[in-house]
Nanobody
Framework: QVQLVESGGGLVQPGGSLRLSCAASGRTSSTYNMGWFRQAPGKEREFVAAMDWSIGNVYYADSVKGRFTGSRDNAKNTLYLQMNSLTPEDTAVYYC????????????????WGQGTQVTVSS
């Protein structure tokens, strides 16, 4: 079992920035990969970004490319998502995700979910 704890959400004005964190604990291993999804009210959960933990490559959804940056702290088993130039369309609950033996770029690949953290972009 893997436990995921997210933090860093909040209210920010359009054009602002936030950094999300996701700390993994439990039966973590080198065969898991971490990522971020988001779900806005009335919409399906969608892929945001994911990292190939073995080599550090990060994959992004087109809607966030150039604005969001994924990074990690291996020693802390923590994934970060730096979100810049935020718009109201980025408002959603953001979920950390873990996939085993694949990159979590789709909901169907995810084995573990965090509890979610709310990001609201509004003036």
């Amino acid at each position: 079992q893997v436990q995921l704890v997210e933090s860093g959400g909040g209210l920010v004005q359009p054009g602002g920035s936030l950094r999300l964190s996701c700390a993994a604990s439990g039966r973590t291993s080198s065969t898991y990969n971490m990522g971020w999804f988001r779900q806005a009210p009335g919409k399906e959960r969608e892929f945001v970004a994911a990292m190939d933990w073995s080599i550090g490559n990060v994959y992004y959804a087109d809607s966030v490319k150039g604005r969001f940056t994924g990074s990690r702290d291996n020693a802390k088993n923590t994934l970060y998502l730096q979100m810049n130039s935020l718009t109201p369309e980025d408002t959603a609950v953001y979920y950390c995700a873990v996939a085993l033996l694949s990159i979590p770029t789709a909901v169907g690949r995810v084995h573990y979910w965090g509890q979610g953290t709310q990001v609201t972009v509004s003036s």
